[in-house]
């Protein structure tokens, strides 16, 4: 824990039941070590916390993502409101996934606190379960506030459909070289677009999926899935057949569901 974090522990502890209270290096898919990690082999999730000292979290971390969701109790929860804007396209295949770097001035708001939306990314297939069941993709969108030692994803998973007209878009841009960011700046996106119409939602406390597993990262999966079409899936399949990790001991967390608009 950084001395800058040390300063803020007392006053963050009041928000953390509305979005979660993490050390101010929370990057979703950038760890701060070098260690190589996989999603199979010798490499891969069940080796992660002995890679590298600062992956730790991933073998000891109390509070692990992805869970498989069961049992969510009903609970008068507040709408998630998404403020998501036009940003020009900035993607990245780091080797990992595929990854999309947004631009400041989106955010979303709960109870009254905001988060930026710093990126968003796909896995394959989904790494969040519902009563043991997987979608075929899963889409994080990743939002940060390291000032204020905050961070929370929104979880949207993907099952086999109709084209997903953005996604289509992201795919027919993948940059071709492993790490390298392009950016396309007549192309604008708007992540809203993944939204589904009914926002209704699970929530629990969890972490960063990939090294370094940091915690506690808030989650808020959306119940509604979106579609993608099979050739889509197919796409994104043929860059990444399986980089999801297998879904983590919920270690006696509490899975509240929203129920509102109904």
Known sequence: MSARFAKFAL????????????????????????????????????????LDPSFAACKSGAHQSPIDIKDAKLSELAPIQFNYKLVPLKIINNGHTVRVNYEPGSSITVNGISLPLTQFHFHHPSETETDGQKYDMELHLVHEDPAAGRAAVVAILIKSGNENALLRDLL??????????????????????FLPADQNYYVFDGS???????????????????????????AFAKLYPNNARPAQPLDGREVLESNFHK
């Open 11 to 50: 006053v963050l502890t009041f928000f953390c039941g509305a979005m979660a209270c993490a050390q101010p290096t929370l990057a979703q898919q950038k760890p701060a070590s070098s260690a190589h990690w996989a999603y199979d082999g010798p490499d891969g999730p069940e080796h992660w916390g002995d």
């Open 172 to 193: 027919s841009h993948v940059p071709p070289k492993i790490g390298e960011e392009v950016e396309h700046k007549k192309i604008v996106i708007n992540a809203a677009d």
């Open 208 to 234: 960063l999926t990939a090294p370094p597993c940091s915690e506690p990262v808030k989650w808020y999966v959306l119940k509604t899935a979106i579609e993608a079409s099979s050739s889509q899936i197919a």
